[in-house]
């Protein structure tokens, strides 16, 4: 069974994104891919917390 998924938009500056993206880069990502990361490991670590 197939996960409905959902999208987050973020509006950020130029300048953060270019960078975010050369960041992205050199862990051989793509700047969404390492944005869900970032994501995910933000909310189980708030989450984590508290409990």
Do not use: C, H, P, W
């Not at 996960?3 to 950020?12: A, N, W």
């Not at 990361?37 to 189980?44: E, G, M, R």
């Amino acid at each position: 069974m197939s996960e409905e998924k959902k999208r987050l938009t973020l509006l950020i500056d130029e300048d953060i994104f270019e960078k975010f993206k050369i960041l992205a880069k050199d862990q051989n990502r793509t700047a969404g891919n390492l944005g869900t990361k970032i994501v995910i490991d933000y909310v189980k670590e708030n989450y984590k917390n508290e409990n």
